[in-house]
T-cell receptor
Framework: TQLLEQSPQFLSIQEGENLTVYCNSSSVFSSLQWYRQEPGEGPVLLVTVVTGGEVKKLKRLTFQFGDARKDSSLHITAAQPGDTGLYLCAGVGTSGTYKYIFGTGTRLKVLA | NAGVTQTPKFRILKIGQSMTLQCTQD?????MYWYRQDPGMGLKLIYYSVGAGITDKGEVPNGYNVSRSTTEDFPLRLELAAPSQTSVYFCASSQGLASKTWETQYFGPGTRLLVL
């Protein structure tokens, strides 16, 4: 069974601080996605990384896929209250595109 | 464009009751999924479908059933509700192109279910 562990589980920081969220597994994934979920809504895709070592930037968010395609990180620079939410990583296994394994989630709160 | 819609938004069931959670997508997507999300946790795949008439089990299928008679609809059935099924249920869809190794999943707003 493929598992994705996220750390930390909870993070409360002041506006303007930097943070990093980690997503780790012992399994190899063909690609890894990051979603953000706000209260009362479904998750929304932020980015997909597909190549080992790949780095993608989305404004103040930087995503990295590990060289061995077993882990990923999300770094937020100068966090803002609008970044508050539940961040989920999701891995696509090597067996096909229709079984996504979701991580345990990181709940971020950015205080003004 | 409505995307993925789910009904109802909230429901309270008594132990042993049955209900169907409805999910409809208007994007002509081939793949559809049902997930459950327990408080403060990630999502667990219950069932998925790669096209009309084709369904398969995910990680946590026990206590649930699905059907996919049309491309648009993917209802989830709970036959004998149990307190362990208290959760938020999300339906999602993706294009389902065999040529792609990953796709964007589009999620509905969720159905909050409480079993007492």
């Amino acid at each position: 069974t493929q598992l994705l562990e996220q750390s930390p589980q909870f993070l409360s920081i002041q506006e303007g601080e930097n943070l990093t969220v980690y997503c780790n597994s012992s399994s190899v994934f063909s690609s890894l996605q990051w979603y953000r979920q706000e209260p009362g809504e479904g998750p929304v895709l932020l980015v997909t990384v597909v190549t080992g070592g790949e780095v993608k930037k989305l404004k103040r968010l930087t995503f990295q896929f590990g060289d061995a395609r077993k882990d990923s990180s999300l770094h937020i620079t100068a966090a803002q209250p609008g970044d508050t939410g539940l961040y989920l990583c999701a891995g696509v296994g090597t067996s096909g595109t229709y079984k996504y394994i979701f991580g345990t989630g990181t709940r971020l709160k950015v205080l003004a | 464009n409505a995307g993925v819609t789910q009904t109802p938004k909230f429901r309270i069931l008594k132990i042993g009751q049955s209900m169907t959670l409805q999910c409809t997508q208007d994007m002509n997507h081939n793949y559809m999924y049902w997930y459950r999300q327990d408080p403060g946790m990630g999502l667990k795949l219950i069932y998925y479908s790669v096209g009309a008439g084709i369904t398969d089990k995910g990680e946590v299928p026990n206590g649930y059933n699905v059907s996919r008679s049309t491309t648009e609809d993917f209802p989830l059935r709970l036959e004998l509700a149990a307190p362990s099924q208290t959760s938020v249920y999300f339906c999602a869809s993706s294009q389902g192109l065999a040529s792609k190794t990953w796709e964007t999943q589009y999620f509905g707003p969720g159905t909050r279910l409480l079993v007492l």
